[in-house]
């Protein structure tokens, strides 16, 4: 009889295509993702994507300009250049590019660099332009590669300012002298030709160095009086006022639209569209009804984030630059939850695949890990998502404080995407005017 039964539960399993999925296939697909990131993450930096940065040399000696070559030749880093033509970056533009994202570090060389480097007295460090609450990673990975790229750009530099600093504090004869001069001699033709690419025998000759370029962190965002430290947290609310947000957002909408399913079920929509009500009129009032729904829904987890975390929300561009991202975003996500709705067959079909979809969508689209410490491939796919497009208009509103009339690009996408949802929900409920 045990043995019936559990062949019976079998079956009924096996039947059922969603329930297989939610039991096998959605777990596979979130140690996947999982997997991909943190895995990369543990395989050092050779194993994440490359860190975009631009260099600026206001030093222009001989040791900054080595350490410029060899960042250029670093392979975890891919530096940006200005357009063919024009004048190197400076600390301005390079810090503007931070700051619209365009970029994740700039690397400034200041003045003076040179002259200290690598001697006991007080030392010119390079700074680092970053944002450090958007990404908070990618300043720490560029400041341990600084270390990598000055001792394969300038070996017999270090050499000889160790020696000098040895002989200053402590005294060298001239035996000592004439001792080291030939292998100074081979460090200075190593370094004259190597051109900072990086050689791993300079690397390996100066292991036991640690720490040999000092650097300092600005984080470009941060206000220039004021309280630092609360700016960075709003900013932290607003992202994951937005993750989170926007995830279950989705959820909502595809609870939403089991409604038509229901009516269906019960016989109710045959009776609607027996009267002079048609299928187009009522998709459009439900989508309608749901987005409005989406749009309180977000409006009352900012104002939560606001009223108990101190999200800085009522700034006339946060203000409008939320209006327009949630108004847009609550659009598509109703669109979607429709086109869920009419495609599905059962309220049972619609609970399963909404969780299926909408769970992988939010792990890829960054609404679970941000999309900064994701391998590259992952962030170019989490474009294909619309958390994607919706948390990076959130972004611009609240980390980047960017105008209004930069989120064309997010904007233009989830209204492209409502209408193709939109279009394939009325499409698919064609089904129910033949009944």
């Known amino acids: 009889m045990i043995a019936t039964l559990l062949r019976s539960s079998w079956l009924n399993l096996k039947r059922d295509y969603v329930s297989l999925a939610l039991t096998f296939a959605l777990p596979i697909a979130f140690f996947s993702i999982f997997a991909l990131i943190f895995g990369n993450m543990a395989g050092g930096s050779s194993a994440m994507s490359n860190v975009d940065v631009v260099v600026v040399d206001e030093d222009d000696s001989e040791i900054s300009r080595r350490l410029a070559e060899a960042i250029h030749a670093d392979p975890a880093l891919d530096v940006k250049l200005p357009p063919e033509g024009d004048p190197p970056f400076d600390r301005e533009q390079a810090g503007e590019l931070v700051r619209d994202g365009k970029i994740r570090v700039a690397i400034v060389i200041p003045g003076g660099f040179g002259e200290s480097f690598f001697t006991f007295s007080e030392e010119t460090p390079v700074l680092l332009l970053a944002d450090t609450v958007a990404d908070p990673v990618a300043h720490q990975m560029v400041g341990g590669l600084l270390q990598r790229a000055a001792m394969t750009a300038a070996p017999d530099l270090l050499a000889e300012r160790g020696l000098d600093q040895f002989d200053e504090y402590v005294g060298m004869t001239d035996e000592q002298r004439t001792a080291i001069e030939p292998w100074l001699e081979e460090l200075r033709a190593l370094g004259s030709t190597n051109g900072g690419s990086g050689d791993e025998e300079a690397a390996e000759t100066l292991e036991t160095f640690s720490g040999v370029v000092q650097f300092e962190t600005s984080d470009v965002q941060a206000p220039e009086d004021g309280d630092g430290e609360a700016d960075n947290r709003g900013r932290l609310v607003a992202y994951y006022a937005a993750a989170i947000g926007v995830m279950f957002l989705l959820f909502s909408m595809a609870g939403a639209m089991s409604a038509l399913l229901e009516e269906q079920r019960t016989g109710t929509l045959e009776r609607l569209l027996n009267s002079n009500l048609s299928m187009g009129t009522l998709?459009?009032?439900?989508?309608?009804?749901?987005?409005?729904?989406?749009?309180?829904?977000?409006?009352?987890?900012?104002?939560?984030?606001?009223?108990?975390?101190?999200?800085?929300?009522?700034?006339?561009?946060?203000?409008?630059?939320?209006?327009?991202?949630?108004?847009?975003?609550?659009?598509?996500?109703?669109?979607?939850?429709?086109?869920?709705?009419?495609?599905?067959?059962?309220?049972?079909?619609?609970?399963?695949?909404s969780t299926i979809v909408i769970l992988v969508m939010s792990a890829v689209g960054g609404s679970m890990v941000p999309r900064f410490i994701m391998p590259e491939a992952m962030q170019k796919a989490g474009l294909a998502t619309f958390n994607g497009w919706a948390l990076d208009g959130y972004r611009k509103v609240f980390h980047i404080d960017a105008p209004v009339y930069e989120l064309w690009p997010q904007v233009l996408v989830l209204a492209g995407m409502a209408t193709v949802f939109l279009i394939v929900a009325r499409l698919s409920a064609r089904r129910w005017e033949s009944v």
């Open 283 to 353: 998709l459009a009032a439900y989508w309608l009804f749901a987005a409005l729904l989406g749009f309180v829904q977000l409006t009352v987890m900012f104002v939560w984030g606001w009223a108990v975390f101190g999200l800085d929300l009522w700034t006339v561009n946060h203000v409008v630059g939320f209006a327009v991202m949630t108004a847009f975003a609550a659009a598509a996500a109703a669109a979607f939850g429709m086109m869920l709705g009419t495609v599905c067959r059962s309220e049972g079909q619609l609970r399963g695949i």
